[in-house]
């Protein structure tokens, strides 16, 4: 089935045709690795992965590449100030190996919690690529795209007449306001750095002049990477000249990836056919939804969710309940509403066994096979929706629908779904018997006698006595049935 997907640059849903047959080249923007990722980075990397097992889906083999940014990304991600990197290390008096080896493994463990295989993906670390970026900025230099300033090599947006297009830059606009007086040495606002000189300067808060620990020799001098060239380098040395799909957060759009489109082109490359962005994960700051932010005081890790009790999954879970271009806001309370989701999910899997092998022969439950017509069909409208721009709130949807079919068996609903977890990625076979206490199995089954014998006084007290002592009780068609908060 066709595959279309909404391409930043064109700004249109475009039908995918790979550059090879029955393969998927891709490349997202990695962590830059001074810092935990909060969950809002992680928002980026669940689309990418979801992204692939769509694809994977769909009979593909995805050859996925992340860089890991250990070098070259400044405070305030233009063109001056201290490196991230440099920063960290200085205020944690580590060294910055330290720091991004520390940062790098941390990211790999919410990976993980997340369902996201690092096992899938390569990582390039944009220290152990300087000779690449080196080269292609030398290449950029033959062509005539580059000049050098006091603190470094520019390239010089001006010569590149498609500079912008991707997102549509106001150039224009720019020139009024945002980046005036950044540094007056630059040739255009947009111009931006290839490759910084080591600071001869005092920097930072302190004032203090830091030899940098992460710098190399060039043919221009001893520095460090731009932000940048990396991506373009690292892109271009593991996917080739071109490659199929190109992905990032929406912060990316005016400035990080049209340099990169900027370079790689400029060096005679085709680079990336589609581009493809992840709206923002806010949070709610008084009457205002912010952009989750490393710098801001609203950092929530994976970590935290799990410090708190929660499943990573359902964060996950909560993630594919918006397309993956909308804005979302995260909260704790939509985040429980998620959890309660998901448990509800695998319990019903898990009771669809216990059903199954309780109940007779020849009981509707039992059935052999349900109509495989309307398992096909079913799966027809998961693919279509997933392949129609990675609607996943819709195929999140079906499921429920799946459930409460009542033309299929048990059996059919349960490997149906469970298949379907192939591109949701929600672990949906899990399910772990909270222990209930002998106290509270007492309450359930004095509930069910209640409820039977319609005393919902009685039964309404019960429900209040069990949740005081930390169960979420769900009232089904077998019963009470409680879940552990
Ligand atoms: P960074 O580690 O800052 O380089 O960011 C890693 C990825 O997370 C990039 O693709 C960013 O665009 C993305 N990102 C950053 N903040 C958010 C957010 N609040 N919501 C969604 N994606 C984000
Ligand atoms: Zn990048």
Sequence with gaps: MDIYLHNTYTNTDELFTPIQKGVVSMYNCGPTVYNYAHIGNMRSF????TLRRMFEWNGYTVKQIMN?????HLVGDGDAGEDKV?????????TAAEVTLFYTDAFMKDLEAL????AHITFPKATEHIPEQIAMIQDLEEKGFTYVISDGVYFDTAKFPDYGKLGHINLAGLEDGARIGENNEKRNLTDFALWKFSPRVPLGEDNIIEKRQQEWESPWGVGFPGWHIECSAMSIKYLGDEFDIHTG???????HHNNEIAQAVCSGHRFTHYWMHNAFLNIRTGNEQVKMAKSGDNFIRVPTLTEQGFDPLAYRYLLLTSHYSSPMEFSFEALKGAETALKRLRRTLHDFDTELSASSADSPMRRATSDEHILAQYRQKFTEYINKDLDIPKALALIWEVLKDTQLCDADKKSLILS?????????????EAEIPLE???????????RENKDFALSDSLRTQIESLGFEVLDTSEGTKVEKR
């Design 249 to 255: 957060g929406i912060d990316h759009i005016p400035v």
């Design 86 to 94: 440099e920063k960290m290390a200085r205020a944690a008096g580590k």
């Design 68 to 72: 890991i940014t250990d070098v070259g």
């Design 115 to 118: 369902s996201i295989n690092p």
């Design 420 to 432: 379907f977890d192939m591109v949701l990625g929600l672990n949906l076979h899990i399910h772990q």
């Design 440 to 450: 509270v199995q007492a309450m359930i089954l004095e509930r069910n006698t209640a």
């Design 46 to 49: 669940v689309f990418a992965d």
